[in-house]
């Protein structure tokens, strides 16, 4: 065993997930001898290990304070880039960098990195589900699928489902010559939330604006609730789903924008600025979305905003379905947790269902951890 | 990239689940460019690789007459470490042996080849299912979580549930300082089917016995019915999972015959040495199986055969258990699908579900060639 096993990490984002991540890393006896945090850097100010004072977190207190103490300012991502090269160079490590931001701006930079040769995991999904020509320059330069490189790699399983074995399976069942042929799944959690409450199978009885409100007040959604009823959330992961999958190479949305997106925001509240008065002008829309499940029960289903990718019929959307009361995402679905359905050559029959919490600082940061050792277990 | 890139690849057990992973490793580029099939072996002959002769399948016909006609009679296992072991020096990578058997002789022989350096990768549950004492053996030698480390590596993912991510949640669960308080599930196949038929959320109607006789004609259950009735197979499984929970060191079965298994075999039958006798007299009993549905309907339940490893209270059992109809087991499951409940302190509120098909010869053989690929990922 060398002495400089294991490999560095640099953690841009230090909110609830960085903090879960930093926590995961120092908390558990095996990660915290493979995985050596080396940076940490939030919008203000950037923590550097160095040679003659090297980091070594023990509490998740310690962190904090050095990081806000630090004497450097957020450095430039070309300027950490350099740091980290030098970290690498002295300690003969490989480093890995985790953006647990949700900024565009880091992630257009996820080229330079990997072409510094530094490897990127991530839960943020805006490379993957962003322009494709983004997407087509980490492929190009990610050495995941390169046999006998020492490349630069890129983990992204926190980007769909958190910490939910999606991506991985994904990954595997197309390895090893499995044909997809749908994947169809709820990938929202607050809409799971919001359908699981509204439309039950006995009916429901809650309005809509109701549950909507509800869900507001206690943080299961977005400030403004448009940002999760718009579908756009579904429609990233869509993308991030599809570009997976080799059969829909032709048929690739060019970005998540281009995902046909049902959004359950009303025409007339397309445009509220103020998440407190689209709240308050939700109740004028109960009827409409009322009748919707009405329909859906006097037909023995209910509602659900999934998120589907037909790859036989080349269509990928995400839209408000209805399903049969005995069908999982009917029946066996519950809270705001996620359920994705592979349906593959192989699992012809019944799918591949993975179900569970597909949001929240732990289950994410997990995700980034997993793949953290994975990327130790090839470059430590 | 190294001309020496990928791994090598020797197949004990050529039947339909070797079958199908020498199917996949020659019909996948991707596959056949890192993963070097480089000996097959079976019951009466062995097949190798030579400089002079490599290796080279493109069709599932080749390979099973060049194996029948090969002048070598099928080596013993410390010959065909020899063998391997030049093979790996000729060819300069890493060779891996995948055990495609369910031979107890194959799996106390893992100890021998994890010395001589070469991966282990199997569906056989034997191993890790058997005697502690090989079972730290097979631990000791292998090197998946050292880092730095270029020693072989043990993968085991369809020794539970088949191609199904169960192995690898709980790994990456565990790996990530997650605590598991319990995992439940439905982990045979058979007995998954039997039960569907047999006890449904609108009661069932009917016979068990009848249930049992179709599912041996169609090939559902192991040629004597006991062999799965038994619970022995879900007990293996239960050691298997349990093993890989820290928080069990304490209480860990010494092997799968240490598991409180309740047998669905009635008394009487117990030792019925034929299948066909076994479910001439089955009907005898139909009565008793039929008032355990009725007590369990009547309560709004579901019988379902299942695995439970309860860590909280160190217990871990294959035990006939009740359900009520709306729970995931009852309401979700359909067909001979596995299901399989990880609880733990992050998925506290509701469990980490896995679902589909648990057993069958392509779902075994894609867990296989994925864990194949992860050694190609880490040595190749």
Chains 1, 2 share one sequence.
Request: negative net charge; hydrophobic residues 35%.
């Amino acid at each position: 065993m060398s002495t400089a096993s294991g490999i560095n990490v640099a953690i841009i984002g230090v909110g609830l997930v960085g903090s879960s991540v930093i926590s995961q890393l120092t908390s558990v006896s095996t990660l915290s001898s493979r995985l050596h945090i080396v940076a940490l850097q939030n919008s203000k100010k950037t923590l550097l290990s160095t040679a003659s004072s090297p980091l070594s977190f023990s509490s998740s207190s310690d962190w904090k304070a050095l990081l806000s103490n630090s004497p450097t300012s957020a450095l430039a991502l070309p300027d950490l880039v350099l740091e980290l090269q030098k970290i690498t160079k002295d300690t003969g490590r490989h480093t890995a960098v985790v953006d647990n931001t949700s900024d565009e701006k880091v992630a257009a930079f996820y080229p330079e990195f990997l072409r510094a040769g530094l490897s990127v995991v991530t839960p943020n999904k805006k490379a993957f589900s962003g322009p494709i020509e983004l997407y087509n320059a980490i492929v190009e330069r990610k050495s995941n699928d390169k046999a006998g490189s020492s490349g630069p790699l890129v983990y992204q399983e926190s980007t769909v489902g958190a910490g939910l074995p999606i991506i991985s399976t994904l990954n595997d069942l197309v390895g090893t010559g499995d044909q997809i042929t749908k994947i169809e799944g709820v990938f929202s959690g607050t809409l799971s939330y919001i359908f699981n409450e509204f439309s039950t199978p006995t009916g429901g009885n809650k309005k809509f604006s109701e549950i909507v409100k509800f869900a507001k007040e206690n943080g299961y959604t977005e400030p403004h609730p448009n940002d999760d009823l718009s579908g756009s959330d579904v429609a990233r992961k869509l993308a991030i789903l599809s570009r997976l999958i080799p059969e829909l190479k032709q048929a690739l949305p060019k970005g998540y924008l281009s995902v046909p997106t049902h959004s359950l925001t009303p025409a007339p509240l397309a445009d509220v600025a103020s998440g407190e008065e689209y709240v308050e002008r939700l109740p004028e829309f109960d009827a409409d979305y009322h009748g919707l499940n009405k329909e859906a029960f006097d037909q023995g289903c209910v509602l659900r905003y999934v998120g589907v990718i037909d790859v036989q019929k080349g269509e990928i959307k995400a839209s408000l379905e209805t399903y049969d009361k005995a069908h999982p995402f009917a029946s066996s679905l519950s809270g705001s947790d996620n359920i994705v359905a592979f349906h593959t050559k192989r699992y012809s029959q019944r799918p591949l269902l993975v179900q569970g919490a597909g949001a929240g600082a732990e289950v994410t940061a997990m995700g980034v951890v997993a793949d953290l050792t994975k990327i130790a277990e090839r470059r430590g």
